[in-house]
Structures are given as C-alpha cells and as structure tokens.
C-alpha cells in the first residue's frame, strides 16, 4: 500500500466574478461524463495540449490573477503529503487556503488538474459544516458519521466520547439551530476527530471556540496525528501553526511560493505580510493618549553608542527613545515602557520605569530623548516588535502598539562558540549544570 495520502498535481480552481453557478441537476452530470471523453480528444486535436503551463511566482503581478472578469483562487498546485504527517497551510486571505480543503474535500471540484486522496476523509471547513440545523445534536452526529461511511456500531461505540469532548451532554437533545457558534463548532469538530478517518481536513474554525478549547482541540490534534492520522491544517494562529504541525505550505496569490519545514515557511510569510515592518512614529495616527509627551524617533545602538539596525545576542543593547514635549513646560510622574512580542504578537518582556522603581519625578521641556539601557541582550536571534508607552501625572500621554521592528543576531552568548539553534525559545541565560 502506497505511503501517500494525498498526492495533488496541476491544480487549479477558476471561478467567475459575480455570476452564480448554475444549478447542476444529476441528468447534467451524466451527459457531462458522456461527453467528456468526446470534448477531450477534440480539444487535443485542436490545440496539440491541453496542460496549462505554470506561471512563474517571481515575476507574476499579484493582479494577473484576476483577468476578464474570472479569478484563479488556485493556479497549478502540486504537493504531496504522506500518510501520518501534520502539514500547516497558511498565507493571506484570498491565498487559496480554502479552496484547496473544499477541493480534497470533494466538495467543489478543480478547474484542471487532479487530487488522489487515499483514505476516508473528515473535514472541519466552516462552522456547522454537515450539519443539519433542524435536527438535534445526537442526529447530526449519525448524519455525519453516515456521510463518511461509518456504520452505526463504529458511531455508537464513539458517540459517549464525542459528547463529552464538545461538553454538550444537556443540549444533545435539542436542535443545533439553537446552539451558540461555540458549541457548534465544538460538536461538530469532536465528530470530525474522533471518526475513524485517515486523513483530517482542518480549516480555520477553532477560532470560534474559546482559548480552553482551542487549546483542546490542538491536543486532541496531536492525539491524532501520534496514531498515524493525516492532517491539513489551516489557519492564521501562527503559534498554533508552529506548535503542530511538521511541514508547511505557504500559498500565495492561489500558489505555493514555499514549502518545508514549518518554522522556515511561517518566518517567510511573517517576512511577505510585513507584520513586522517598522513604521515613522511621526505619521502614525493609530496612538493613544493625551499627547503632552510624544515619541517621534526609535534608534538603536550597541554598547560604545554606535547605531546599529541589529542587536547582537549576549552585547550590550541601547534604544534611544526621541521625545517631543508639546505643553512646553515641565512634566511631573513621567513613566517610560517598551513592551517587546515574539512574531506571534505574544508579549514575552516589559521593560518599565515603574517596575523597576525609576520614575521621573519630574522631566524638564528641554529634554529630546530618553534611552532604554540593556546590559546584555538575552532575546535569542529573531524578528520582534516592540511597543510604546508614556504616561505624565497618571495620565496616558502616550501608547503606541507595534512601533517598529526590533532585530536580534546570533551572538556568542555564552563564550563557546555555539549557537542556539532556531526555534528554541526567545531568551538565551545563564546558566550550569551541577552534579551532587
């Protein structure tokens, strides 16, 4: 038996700007078939080919997607995934994220190319998909096990499981019209992981739940995936993302510009969305606060006062904080703060006047700039951003999230001349072994 649990090549999915698809009765599916053999051979002596070639990303404009009036969400897409792996797929929205499930899932078909799936397919692609609203949670989750072919002794061996996954027992009974979006969602991805299905087709929709279930859900996932289960999964938690799955495929503009491991691929698309980019302080209008005190410049310079565009792990860092005082007199209670995230927006350091006992109790107006002194670099090598906060006699003058990019280089922390290897962490310390 093939290692493969889905293999897919040349796909392509073209869909018409706004027109509806006709209605697609089973007689025009037969006919359809009839004569697919017939249009084919014709075509072939018509054009000498019928294979599209692919389009190099490089050098395509991100609008020659979309041409007379039809848009490719999916443009020659090969890729295969063996059986037991966990793969993240992820880009923006309108990438062709979607579409691709919806294809594997049988539900829509492609424009060109194919896609072998080897094994029983489960998937979870929008709330309530499957689901039948006027019937009670304990029928839709017959009606689902049915659709994937499931017998009534493998449901009902797994029903009691399921219920106490989604926590739904007292509502099993009533119907899931009036669930919450939380407990639909909840059902209705216990029913798609706990069936006994190869291959789990997982797009965005833990969002819905609420972070003990989300948490929930990706345990569960990894349960799975331990026992040899294919999954797909979608979404933009990046540290989801990262936290399960092994490989990654980043699709952009309805292609894949990057596939491999999934720690490569999310820091290229952080690095394509610009997420991390810095922005003038000047011209930023998303700020909060008063405005008495107002940041207007970051720099950053390394131990001897030298600017630099990058810290190095382990040396002395300096961000020179430019000011502008706009009452022109004196401030009182100035506190400084400059909170630091990984890529995933997680806060994982606050550096802060207050915390740390070093209020001014009194800033004069002719002061420019302030700096933020670290005597070692403990951030591990990464993209991170910071944001600003002033406050001036207990009120927020002023409070800017995501001002700028803050680089970390590799560095010989410890004297050794070993690195940390990546994705281990965002701090590198001190530290010793001791035998007793």
């Given amino acids: 038996m093939t290692d493969l649990a889905i293999r897919c090549e040349g796909l392509a999915k073209q869909y018409r700007i706004g027109e509806r698809e006709p209605y697609t009765a089973l007689r025009d599916v037969i ?20 294979v599209r070639q692919p389009t190099d990303f490089s050098i395509r404009n991100p ?3 979309i041409r007379n009036n039809t848009v490719w969400a999916l443009d020659d897409v090969s890729f295969e995934v063996k059986r ?33 799936i080897h094994g029983r397919v489960g998937s979870l692609l929008e709330v309530g998909t499957g689901f039948h609203p006027e019937l009670t949670g304990r029928e839709n989750i017959y009606l689902n096990g049915a659709i994937l072919g499931m017998r009534k002794a493998e449901i009902e061996r797994k029903f009691d499981e399921i219920v106490a996954f989604a926590e739904v027992e007292k509502f099993i009974d009533t119907p899931v019209k009036r669930y919450s979006s939380g407990m639909y969602v909840r ?16 797009d965005e929709v833990l969002a819905v739940g609420d972070a003990a279930f ?20 979608v979404s933009h938690q990046m540290a989801a993302v990262q936290n399960l799955c092994e490989k990654g495929l980043l699709l952009s503009h309805g292609q894949i510009v990057q596939r491999g491991p999934i720690a490569e691929v999310v820091t290229d698309y952080l690095a394509e969305t610009n997420f991390l980019a810095a922005q003038s302080l000047e011209s930023r209008v998303d700020r909060q606060g008063c405005g008495s005190l107002r940041f207007t410049e970051v720099s950053f310079k390394d131990g001897a006062g030298k600017k630099v565009t990058a810290f190095t792990s382990g040396a002395p860092a300096v961000l020179e904080l430019a000011l502008s005082n706009t009452i022109g007199c004196d401030l009182r209670k100035v506190r400084i703060g400059v909170g630091i995230d990984n890529e995933f927006g997680q806060r994982i350091v606050l550096f802060s006047s207050h915390l740390a006992s070093r209020d001014f109790s009194k800033l004069p107006a002719t002061v420019s700039s302030l700096e933020l002194r670290i005597p070692r670099m403990t951030l591990a090598a990464g993209r991170y951003t910071f944001t600003l906060f002033a406050s001036v006699n207990g009120e927020i003058a002023d409070w800017i999230k995501h001002a700028g990019t803050l680089h970390v280089e590799d560095g010989d922390f410890f004297g050794t001349g070993q690195m940390p290897p990546p994705g281990q962490g965002c701090f590198v310390m001190d530290h010793e072994f001791c035998v007793r």
């Fill in 31 to 50: 006919s359809e078939a009839a004569a697919a053999p017939f249009r084919r051979l014709s075509k072939a002596f018509s054009n000498g080919s019928m």
């Fill in 63 to 65: 609008q020659s997607a």
């Fill in 84 to 116: 037991g792996e966990v793969v993240g797929i992820i880009g923006r929205n309108g990438a062709g994220k979607s579409t691709l499930l919806k294809i594997l899932s049988r539900i829509t078909k492609p424009t060109r190319g194919q896609a072998e």
């Fill in 187 to 202: 059902l209705a991805f216990a029913v798609a992981a706990h069936m006994d299905t190869e291959i789990l087709l997982v």
């Fill in 214 to 233: 989300q948490q929930k859900c990706l345990g569960k996932m990894e349960e799975v995936s331990r026992g040899g289960k294919t999954i797909l999964f």
